[in-house]
Structure formats: structure tokens, C-alpha cells
């Protein structure tokens, strides 16, 4: 083997070995730990949603994450959104979904107005109830504000897009990236599974518009929409 074909190949090797690498490594990114009260009630309420709502018996309030789910709080503070998730059970005007279970809704991910990324439960796998029928596979990503006065903000757009990556990079199965008002789509989808047919909500967070923004910029994780 002459020099130059040999120098050739030892080029053609590094450049697939570095190519690789930065396919397989999970891109840097900042998390604030801002946990809510995850306690021994929380657990037991999680595990029980679990089994009633999903039909998933475990001893382990985790998720097997298979999606992303994008939401807005409306409310229009960081600390308020944390005061609304904080409680492991639901507070007492929530009567539309408070039938369902008493649990307390929340998610892994919270972002606040200046893209602050913050995740709320002790794992990123944590169960969180946040998306009727797919809680038990769903990451949930909640971002501050969405209403007329507090819309969402670039940051968060960004943020967004680099927590997305983040998470798609580490879990390589997560197949999907919805809005939650694109979630009732998934009824009759084998991810789908809720054991109440009539238990339903209509969404409108985060927007079609966000959601095309996301996917614009993310394009490139080839992750699946809405059921066809």
C-alpha cells in the first residue's frame, strides 16, 4: 500500500470516527433542578394512575418514553407555575379531571419566559400525569405563559428545539413530537391507553404555530407528528 492511499484511509477513518461520535453523543445543555414535592403520596397516587387509567401494573412511577409532548401553562410566572404543580394532589377546583384521579398534574420539563429549562421531577423519566392516554410514554414539556398577555417568547422557541434534541439524543426510541391539543388524535393508536373511552379534554396549548416553528427547526430528528 502505497503513502498517499494509506494517508487517505487513516483521514477517511478519523473523519467517520468523529462523524459518529458527535451522532451518538447527547448534545450539552443547561437543567435547573427546581423539584416539586415528590413524596411517598405522589409516588402511590402516580403508581395508581398508572394501573387505572393506563392498565400498566409497575412498582416504578417511570415512563418508557416513546414521545414529546409540548404544552402551555397560561399562567404567566415561573413561580406560579411551580405553585400549580408543587401539591401531589389536585387542587379542589380542578373538578373536570379530579374524577379521573386526585393526582396532581405536572411534567418533567418546565420553561420559563427567558428559556430557562427546568426539570421539576427527581428523573427525567419520572412519571408525570400531563397528557390524557399517553402519560405512561410521554415526556412533557410545559412552558410558561401562552395567553395574550404572556405569549411564548423566542427563548423558549430555542429553548425548546436544544431540550428536544437533548432528550431525542439520549432516548433514542422516543418516536413522536406532538402539542398537547394534537394528543386526542392518538385515541385509537396503540400508544393510546385509557381505560375510560370517555375521558377527554380538548386542548389548545401549545398552538399550531409554535408546533410548526418547532418542527421547522427540528426537522432533522425525523420524528412523526400526529397519526395519519
Known amino acids: 500500500m502505497n503513502k498517499r492511499i494509506f494517508s487517505t484511509l487513516i483521514l477517511m477513518l ?15 445543555i443547561e437543567i435547573v433542578k427546581k ?27 417511570v415512563i418508557d418514553p416513546k414521545m414529546i409532548v409540548v404544552h402551555y401553562t397560561v399562567i404567566p410566572t415561573l413561580e ?9 394532589t389536585l387542587p379542589d377546583f380542578r373538578v373536570q379531571i379530579t374524577g379521573a384521579s386526585s393526582l396532581n398534574v405536572s411534567s ?15 428523573e ?16 412533557g414539556i410545559e412552558n410558561v405563559g401562552g395567553d395574550e398577555n404572556t405569549p411564548l417568547t423566542q427563548a423558549q422557541l430555542d429553548a425548546n428545539v436544544q431540550l428536544i434534541k437533548y432528550l431525542k439524543n ?16 392518538f385515541r385509537g393508536h ?30 432533522a430528528l425525523k420524528l412523526s407528528g400526529v397519526p395519519e
Not at 35 to 46: G, K, T
Not at 80 to 88: D, K, S, V
Not at 191 to 216: H, I, V
Request: charged content about 25%.
Open 170 to 185: 439520549k432516548y433514542p426510541e422516543v418516536e413522536y413530537l406532538i402539542g398537547h391539543q394534537e394528543s386526542n388524535q
Open 124 to 139: 427525567e423519566t419520572t412519571f408525570a400525569r400531563h397528557v390524557i392516554g399517553l402519560n405512561y410514554c410521554a415526556f
Open 14 to 28: 478519523t473523519v467517520a470516527g468523529c462523524s459518529a461520535n458527535a451522532y451518538t453523543s447527547v448534545p450539552e
Open 35 to 61: 423539584p416539586v414535592i415528590f413524596d411517598l403520596e405522589r409516588e402511590q397516587l402516580s403508581l395508581e394512575y398508572l394501573k387505572q387509567r393506563h392498565d400498566i401494573e409497575t412498582d416504578k412511577a
Open 80 to 88: 406560579g407555575t411551580m405553585q400549580a404543580f408543587n401539591e401531589p
Open 108 to 122: 418533567q420539563f418546565v420553561v420559563d419566559q427567558d428559556g430557562t429549562i427546568y426539570q421539576i421531577l427527581p
Open 190 to 219: 396503540p400508544l393510546f391507553k385509557e381505560t375510560d373511552p370517555n375521558y377527554s379534554t380538548e386542548k389548545s396549548d401549545p398552538g399550531t404555530e409554535f408546533m410548526a416553528q418547532l418542527r421547522a427547526q427540528l426537522e
